[in-house]
C-alpha cells in the first residue's frame, strides 16, 4: 500500500528556510504517510532548488505567482492526499498522528494551529487572532492545508493568482474545515522587520480589499510594496 500523502511547498528564494521546513516533515516520512514532495519553486536565483532535490523533492517551475505555483504542483501530484505547506512554516512534533486520524475524513479538509518561530506578547496576540479567524472558517497558507485529492478537485483548487489564494480556497470550503490538534510553526521574519502592528493591519487592510472585489493583480503589487 503505498502513502497517501502528497507533499506541496511553494517557494521563491527560500534556501534560508526550507531545511527547516523539510526536517519537519520527517515525522511523516518514517509514520508512512508521505508519497512524494513536491516543490513549486517561483524562479528563485538561490540554492533552494538544490535543497529541494538535495532532500529528495521533485522540483517545478513556473511564474512567480503563488497560486499559479500550488495550482501547478497540486496537478502534479499523485498522492491521494494533498498537504500543502509555505516553505517558512515547520510542523511540531506530534503532527503525523492528526493527520493520520484526519486520513478517515476524506470528506473534510484541515488546517493546524498557528504558531510563530518568536516569544512574545506580539507573537502569541497575532497567531490568537489567526486561530480565532481560523474557526470561522478562514485560516490562511501558513496554517497549512490537509485536503483529499477529489475533494480539492470538487471544489475548483487553488486560482491562478498572486495572493489571496489561500482565502479564496478556504471559501470554497466553507463548512469543510475543521482544525486539527497540532501546530504549524512559521517564521515571524516579516513581522519583525515591518513591525507586528504594520504588518497586521496590512494584512487586515488587504483582505478586506480582497473581500471587496478590488483587482488581485494590484493588491499584490500594493502588497509587495
Known amino acids: 500500500m503505498r502513502a497517501p500523502i502528497s507533499v506541496i511547498i511553494p517557494t521563491l528564494n527560500s534556501e534560508h528556510d ?16 508521505i508519497r512524494e514532495l513536491i516543490v513549486s519553486d517561483g524562479g528563485s536565483d538561490d540554492a533552494t532548488g538544490a535543497i529541494a532535490q538535495a532532500w529528495g523533492a521533485e522540483v517545478i517551475h513556473g ?18 492526499w494533498l498537504l500543502v505547506l509555505h516553505g517558512d512554516t515547520v510542523l511540531q512534533k506530534g503532527w503525523a498522528a492528526q493527520v493520520q486520524a484526519h486520513l478517515a475524513h476524506p ?8 504558531s510563530f518561530n518568536r516569544k512574545g506578547l506580539a507573537a502569541r496576540t497575532v497567531a490568537g487572532w489567526a486561530n480565532l479567524r481560523s474557526r470561522f472558517g478562514l485560516p490562511y497558507g501558513d496554517q497549512a492545508l490537509l485536503i483529499a485529492a477529489p475533494l480539492y478537485t470538487q471544489v475548483g483548487g487553488y486560482p491562478d493568482q498572486p495572493l489571496m489564494e ?17 501546530v504549524a510553526q ?32 494590484a493588491l499584490a503589487a500594493r502588497y509587495r510594496r
Open 186 to 217: 512559521t517564521s515571524a521574519e516579516k513581522y519583525v522587520r515591518q513591525g507586528w502592528i504594520r504588518r497586521g493591519m496590512r494584512n487586515l487592510s488587504t483582505l478586506i480589499r480582497y473581500f471587496a472585489g478590488a483587482d488581485v493583480t
Open 18 to 33: 526550507l531545511p527547516g521546513c523539510l526536517g519537519g516533515l520527517m515525522e511523516g516520512v518514517e509514520a508512512g504517510l
Open 166 to 182: 489561500d482565502v479564496s480556497i478556504a471559501r470554497a470550503l466553507k463548512g469543510k474545515l475543521v482544525e486539527l490538534d497540532a
Open 63 to 80: 511564474e512567480a505567482s503563488r497560486g499559479g505555483q500550488l495550482k501547478c504542483g497540486c496537478a502534479q501530484a499523485a498522492g491521494d
Open 107 to 114: 470528506d473534510r479538509a484541515a488546517y493546524f494551529r498557528l
